[in-house]
T-cell receptor, first 113, second 115 residues
Framework: KQEVTQIPAALSVPEGENLVLNCSFT??????LQWFRQDPGKGLTSLLL?????REQTSGRLNASLDKSSGRSTLYIAASQPGDSATYLC????????????FGTGTRLQVTL | ETGVTQTPRHLVMGMTNKKSLKCEQH?????MYWYKQSAKKPLELMFV???????ENNSVPSRFSPECPNSSHLFLHLHTLQPEDSALYLC??????????????FGPGTRLTVL
């Protein structure tokens, strides 16, 4: 059974800092990996999707890497801003027509002024 | 209206009540999902529908009953729930054609409290 772990569970950084969020998974036979953002009491917004054949994806100040063989992914956020404060969730997808995702418990990020 | 919508946004019900959660997607997707998000636990996949056919039932108790009348609408019928069923219930949809870039789009969720 796939298990996804995210470290740290919570993180507080001052504005402007670069930071790294970590995600690990136990079964490397994944189809892809996604990073989501969730604001309090809200749904999830997809940030980046890395296919199993890819090593990284970039979108603006966000960069996600994937090392499938070691079961790890990182989300790098450059020059953090207070608006980045949210919970970041990592999810791995297994094969199939309908994409079945297994989620981690998330990292709650607070960016302070 | 675009994206994935869910109603109601908040629901308080007693253990003997019957209620339904509704999800609607305006994205032309073929797959729809129900997730449960409890405090300090990962999102748990409950049900998956692909082209209106249930393809996944993740050992969910029978007091939760899904219904997918067409590819745009998904319901979750609730009856005789327990207090531990209190959670945020999230609906999602995806193109559902098995592509490696198939991304799920989430609704805002329904915050359910069972008294």
């Amino acid at each position: 059974k796939q298990e996804v772990t995210q470290i740290p569970a919570a993180l507080s950084v001052p504005e402007g800092e670069n930071l790294v969020l970590n995600c690990s998974f136990t079964d490397s036979a994944i189809y892809n990996l996604q990073w989501f953002r969730q604001d309090p009491g809200k749904g999830l917004t997809s940030l980046l999707l890395i296919q199993s054949s890819q090593r990284e994806q970039t979108s603006g100040r966000l960069n996600a890497s994937l090392d499938k063989s070691s079961g790890r992914s990182t989300l790098y956020i450059a020059a953090s801003q207070p608006g980045d404060s949210a919970t970041y969730l990592c999810a791995v997808r297994h094969g199939g027509t309908a994409s079945k995702l297994t989620f981690g418990t998330g990292t709650r990020l607070q960016v302070t002024l | 209206e675009t994206g994935v919508t869910q109603t109601p946004r908040h629901l308080v019900m007693g253990m003997t009540n019957k209620k339904s959660l509704k999800c609607e997607q305006h994205l032309g997707h073929n797959a729809m999902y129900w997730y449960k998000q409890s405090a300090k636990k990962p999102l748990e996949l409950m049900f998956v529908y692909s082209l209106e056919e249930r393809v996944e039932n993740n050992s969910v108790p029978s007091r939760f009953s899904p219904e997918c009348p067409n590819s745009s609408h998904l319901f979750l019928h609730l009856h005789t729930l327990q207090p531990e069923d209190s959670a945020l219930y999230l609906c999602a949809s995806s193109l559902g054609r098995g592509g490696s870039t198939d991304t799920q789009y989430f609704g805002p969720g329904t915050r359910l409290t069972v008294l």
